[in-house]
C-alpha cells in the first residue's frame, strides 16, 4: 500500500489473488499392473483421490502415498515391496520410504510386516498391511502418509512403487514391475514488499517510508513498486493495482498505468517464485485538494485479465452435511443429495438469462431489489441471492442459482456469465458494464455394459449365440469370441475394457486375460460427452477346460477401468460369460448342476455401472457504486469430446 500525503490515510491490506489454477501428473514406468495413488484422508471421514496438494499449515487432514499389487500379471508369492521417492527433483535417484518384505522369515522385525526405511525423512508414518488372506498376497498395499499441514514444495518430487514377485510355475522366474506418480504442490501467494522512488530529482532515489510518504508537491512524479511472493503461480499469478477516488468514502478504483512495468518471476527455490512490477503517477492539483480522510493512496492486487471491473463468479458444491467447496469441474451422480450453484449474472445475444436483480424501477413490487428467476430458465433450477440494502450502493448484493447435483447432465456443461451495469460516482455519474464468464465442466462415470458371444467354428464363421446364466455347450478346440459393448461416459481416450478369467484351480479369485489377437474398438460419441467403446476377445477351448468341475466353470469377465482416477466398474455390475465346455463324444460328467450357477447373471447381458459426484458452486460479490441490474444468463453451446489437457467448449443451438 502506498500513501501519499497530497493525503492518505486507510491501510488497507494488499492481496494477490490467483486466476489460473493448472495441476499435473506424470507417470512413467513398466508397472506390469502395479498401482500407486495419492489419497487426501479427510478428519471428518473418507477420502479424495487427487494428483496435487496445496500447501496449507491449518489443514487437518492427512495425505497418504499408495501401492497396490493386486492387478499384478501372473503373480505367484510377492517378495519385496518398497515405497521409494526422490529426495529431490532433479536427482535420478530414488530412496526407500517404506519396506515389506516376504522373503526373510527368520527376521521377525520385517517378515511381512510394513517398515518405515531408515532413509526415510521425518514426518512420514508407514501404512499398508500383508495379505496372509491369499497365498500370492495379492491383497498387500504398502504406503506412507503425513499431515496435510506439514506439506512442502520439497514434497513434490517423484514418488515409485518397487515389486520384485515371482511369477507362476514351471519356471517360477523373479520379475520387477515399477510405477511411478509425480505429486504436483502448489503453494499461494504470501508476503508483499514495496518500494516508492522520487523521479523528480535528478535520478531516481528511493524513499524511506513508514504509513504516510512526505511531502510530495504537483507536478512532481513518483514511482512504486510491488514486490509478491507468488507462489508457486509462475506465469499466472498478476500483480495489480487500485487507486483511491476523489469522492471521501469511495472504494479504491482499479489503476492502470500506460508505463507499468511488469517484472519477470523469478525462481526463490523449489515452487515458489518473487515477481516486482512497477507503476508511476503524477502528483495533480486535484491530489493537493484531497482532504486527510482521503489521500492519494494507490495498492497492489491481482484478478483476473477479463473486462470485469471486479465482478466475480465461482462454482460451489453446497454439501447436504454442511459447508460447500469451490470447484471447476462435477461429476455426474444421480445419487448425490448436495446441490450446485452457480452465482453468475449474464447479457449478451448467445445467452439465455436464468436469473435477474434490478435496482431501477422501484414501482415493480415483484422484481425490485428481488432475487427473480428468468422466465428462460428450466424448472429445474432454483434462484438464489439477495440485494445488500446495508450499503448505500448495494455493493454486497449477490446473485446466482441452484440444482441437485444429482440432476447434473451433459447439457449442463456450458458456459456461464455475469452481467452487471451499474453507476459511476460524480460528477459525471456514467453507465459502465462488468462481464465475467466460467465454463462449467461435467464428467459422466461410465454406465451400462452389454455382452455378446460368437461361436467361431460354426460354417458361418462366425455366429451369434442367445445368452443365458450359462453359454454353450462347446467341445474342446471350438473357438469362441466375447464382445463387450461399454458406455465408458465422458472419458474417451482414457478409459479401458479390461479382461479377467477363471483359474484351473478351484476357488481362486479371477486373473487377468491378456491376449495378443485382442479388439480394442474406437470411442464412438453417442451424443454430448457420452461415449461408446466395444472391445472382444477370442478363446480356444481346452481339454482342461472340459475337465472343469460345477463349481470351477470357464468364466470370463469384462469391466471398465479408468487408470486417471483408479475407477473400475463395481463388481455386482460387471458382464460375466459362463461356459460349459464338453470333450467330443461325451458329455461333461456333471451337466446336471448346470443350473446352478450364477443365478444373479443378467439373462439379458446388461449392467449398471456406479456413478459418482464431483464438485461444483459459486457466489458473486459485486463491488460497485450503485447497483443496477444484474442478470444470471447461460451459454447454449454445441456436444463437446474431451482430450487430455484440453477444454472444449459444448455448444447448442
Request: with cysteine; glycine share 8%; net charge negative.
Amino acid at each position: 500500500m502506498f500513501k501519499f500525503v497530497l493525503n492518505i490515510k486507510m491501510d488497507l491490506p494488499v492481496s494477490v489473488i490467483i486466476f489460473v489454477l493448472c495441476c499435473g501428473m506424470l507417470i512413467y514406468g513398466q508397472d506390469n499392473g502395479l498401482q500407486i495413488d495419492f489419497q487426501r484422508i479427510l478428519e471428518a471421514g473418507g477420502s479424495q483421490s487427487i494428483d496435487h496438494i496445496q500447501v496449507d499449515s491449518s489443514s487437518t487432514d492427512t495425505f497418504q502415498v499408495m501401492c497396490r499389487v493386486n492387478s499384478v500379471n501372473q503373480l505367484f508369492r510377492i517378495n519385496t515391496l518398497r515405497t521409494q521417492y526422490k529426495t529431490s527433483a532433479n536427482t535420478p535417484d530414488f530412496t526407500d520410504l517404506t519396506i515389506l518384505q516376504n522373503v526373510d522369515n527368520a527376521n521377525a522385525d520385517t517378515y511381512q510386516k510394513p517398515v518405515l526405511a531408515s532413509g526415510a525423512g521425518s514426518g512420514w508414518t508407514v501404512e499398508g498391511s500383508f495379505d496372509t488372506t491369499n497365498s500370492n498376497g495379492r491383497d498387500s498395499t504398502l504406503g506412507v502418509s503425513r499431515p496435510v499441514s506439514s506439506i512442502a514444495c520439497s514434497n513434490a518430487v517423484e514418488y515409485r512403487c518397487h515389486l520384485t514377485y515371482t511369477k507362476p510355475g514351471p519356471d517360477y522366474n523373479t520379475a520387477t514391475g515399477m510405477k511411478l506418480k509425480e505429486l504436483d504442490v502448489k503453494v499461494l501467494p504470501t508476503t508483499i514488499t514495496r518500494n516508492v522512488y522520487n523521479m523528480s530529482g535528478l535520478g531516481s532515489f528511493p524513499i524511506t517510508f513508514v504509513n504516510m510518504i512526505e511531502p510530495f508537491y504537483v507536478g512532481q512524479t513518483v514511482k512504486m513498486e510491488c514486490s509478491a511472493n507468488i507462489g508457486s503461480y509462475n506465469g499466472t499469478a498478476q500483480i495489480r493495482w487500485l487507486k483511491s477516488n476523489l469522492v471521501a468514502g469511495s472504494p479504491l478504483a482499479p489503476y492502470y498505468s500506460p508505463d507499468a512495468v511488469v517484472g519477470d518471476a523469478q525462481a526463490m527455490g523449489n515452487c515458489v517464485y518473487q515477481q516486482a512490477d512497477s507503476v508511476t503517477y503524477n502528483m495533480t492539483a486535484k491530489d493537493a485538494g484531497r482532504t486527510a480522510e482521503n489521500t492519494t493512496e494507490e495498492g497492489g492486487s491481482d484478478s483476473a485479465t477479463t473486462a470485469d471491473n471486479g465482478l466475480q463468479i465461482d462454482f460451489q458444491r453446497i454439501l447436504e452435511a454442511g459447508g460447500s467447496q469451490t470447484i471447476e469441474q462435477i461429476q455426474v451422480d444421480n445419487s448425490s443429495t448436495d446441490t450446485i450453484q452457480y452465482k453468475t449474472s449474464a447479457n449478451a445475444p448467445d445467452f439465455t438469462d436464468l436469473a435477474f436483480l434490478q435496482n431501477v424501477d422501484d414501482t415493480n413490487g415483484d422484481t425490485y431489489q428481488k432475487p427473480v428467476l428468468a422466465s428462460g430458465a428450466d424448472s429445474s433450477w432454483t434462484v438464489e441471492g439477495r440485494f445488500d440494502t446495508t450499503s448505500s450502493n448495494g455493493r454486497e448484493s449477490t446473485l446466482g442459482v441452484s440444482r441437485l447435483v444429482s440432476s447434473i447432465t451433459c447439457s449442463n456443461a456450458v458456459e456461464y456469465r455475469c452481467d452487471l451495469s451499474y453507476t459511476m460516482p460524480g460528477p459525471e455519474y456514467s453507465s459502465e458494464t462488468g462481464i465475467i464468464s466460467n465454463e462449467l465442466d461435467v464428467q459422466v462415470l461410465p454406465t451400462t455394459i452389454t455382452r455378446n458371444v460368437y461361436n467361431m467354428s460354426s460354417l458361418s464363421s462366425s455366429l451369434p449365440i442367445a445368452l443365458s446364466d450359462l453359454i454353450g455347450p462347446f467341445y474342446v478346440g471350438q473357438s469362441v469370441k466375447m464382445e463387450c459393448s461399454a458406455n465408458i461416459g465422458s472419458y474417451n481416450g482414457t478409459a479401458q475394457i479390461r479382461w479377467l478369467k477363471s483359474n484351473i484351480v478351484p476357488g481362486s479369485p479371477l486373473a487377468p486375460y491378456y491376449i495378443p489377437d485382442a479388439v480394442i474398438g474406437d470411442p464412438q460419441s453417442t451424443g454430448n460427452c457420452i461415449y461408446q467403446q466395444t472391445d472382444s476377445v477370442t478363446y480356444n477351448m481346452t481339454a482342461q477346460d472340459a475337465a472343469r468341475t460345477a463349481e470351477n466353470r470357464l468364466h470370463f469377465q469384462c469391466y471398465v477401468y479408468i487408470p486417471s482416477m483408479n475407477w473400475e466398474t463395481p463388481e455386482d455390475h460387471r458382464q460375466n460369460f459362463k461356459f460349459i465346455v464338453y470333450s467330443r463324444g461325451k458329455t461333461s460328467h456333471d451337466d446336471t448342476n448346470d443350473t446352478d450357477f450364477d443365478k444373479e447373471s443378467s439373462s439379458t447381458g446388461t449392467v449398471t455401472g456406479g456413478v459418482f459426484g464431483g464438485v461444483v458452486g459459486g457466489v458473486v460479490v459485486v463491488a460497485a457504486v450503485v447497483v443496477a441490474v444484474l442478470i444470471i444468463s447461460r451459454r447454449y453451446q454445441f456436444p463437446c469430446m474431451q482430450t487430455p489437457g484440453t477444454k472444449v467448449t459444448l455448444r447448442r443451438p
